[in-house]
T-cell receptor
Framework: AQSVTQLDSQVPVFEEAPVELRCNYSSSVSVYLFWYVQYPNQGLQLLLKYLSGSTLVKGINGFEAEFNKSQTSFHLRKPSVHISDTAEYFCAVSDLAGTASKLTFGTGTRLQVTL | DSGVTQTPKHLITATGQRVTLRCSPRSGDLSVYWYQQSLDQGLQFLIQYYNGEERAKGNILERFSAQQFPDLHSELNLSSLELGDSALYFC??????????????FGQGTRLTVV
């Protein structure tokens, strides 16, 4: 079984400041890792994904994440946030085994960007 | 626009009733996933279909059922509705059934309110 822990339920930050949203996972098998963003009254949009290869993954809207296998982490970062980044961010894992790959989501982190 | 279409966007119904949520996947995607998002449970995987066949089952109640039709659209049927079934129900689709084709694209969701 897999699980995802997002340690911060809310992260307040000023515009143009850097931000890091933390994600740790637990799995007995190798996994794929994802970050999704959910804007108010919207569906989930894929920000970035780690499938294999380079552990530093770049996504849309200036976000990036680093896969750390030894620490089982996949933290999301942005060097300078904008008001429009205010949203809920979800980390998710999917295992590589088998023929079905459901996503297991964390509880989400609410990023609140203010002036 | 993710290319995944869900109808209806909003649904209000009474306890004990039955409803059907519909999902049209992105063109070319064979897998359809259903997720439930509620305040107390977060994002929970319900069920996955691949090319018409059930592939994986999550925390789906016996009162709920789903199917995927030959044209690949999917329906989620919720019966004997309870107040606690009020939630946002997401459909997602992906190219394959697992592995590197796990990237899922989400619809905008159907907000179900049971009164």
């Amino acid at each position: 079984a897999q699980s995802v822990t997002q340690l911060d339920s809310q992260v307040p930050v000023f515009e143009e400041a850097p931000v890091e949203l933390r994600c740790n996972y637990s799995s007995s098998v190798s996994v794929y890792l994802f970050w999704y963003v959910q804007y108010p009254n919207q569906g989930l949009q894929l920000l970035l994904k780690y499938l294999s290869g380079s552990t530093l993954v770049k996504g849309i809207n200036g976000f990036e994440a680093e896969f750390n296998k030894s620490q089982t982490s996949f933290h999301l970062r942005k060097p300078s946030v904008h008001i429009s980044d205010t949203a809920e961010y979800f980390c998710a894992v999917s295992d590589l085994a088998g023929t079905a790959s459901k996503l297991t989501f964390g509880t989400g982190t609410r990023l609140q960007v203010t002036l | 626009d993710s290319g995944v279409t869900q109808t209806p966007k909003h649904l209000i119904t009474a306890t004990g009733q039955r409803v059907t949520l519909r999902c049209s996947p992105r063109s070319g995607d064979l897998s359809v996933y259903w997720y439930q998002q509620s305040l107390d449970q977060g994002l929970q995987f319900l069920i996955q279909y691949y090319n018409g066949e059930e592939r994986a089952k999550g925390n789906i109640l016996e009162r709920f059922s789903a199917q995927q039709f030959p044209d690949l659209h999917s329906e989620l049927n919720l019966s004997s509705l309870e107040l606690g079934d009020s939630a946002l129900y997401f459909c997602a689709s992906s190219r394959g059934q697992g592995g590197m084709n796990t990237e899922a694209f989400f619809g905008q969701g159907t907000r179900l309110t049971v009164v």
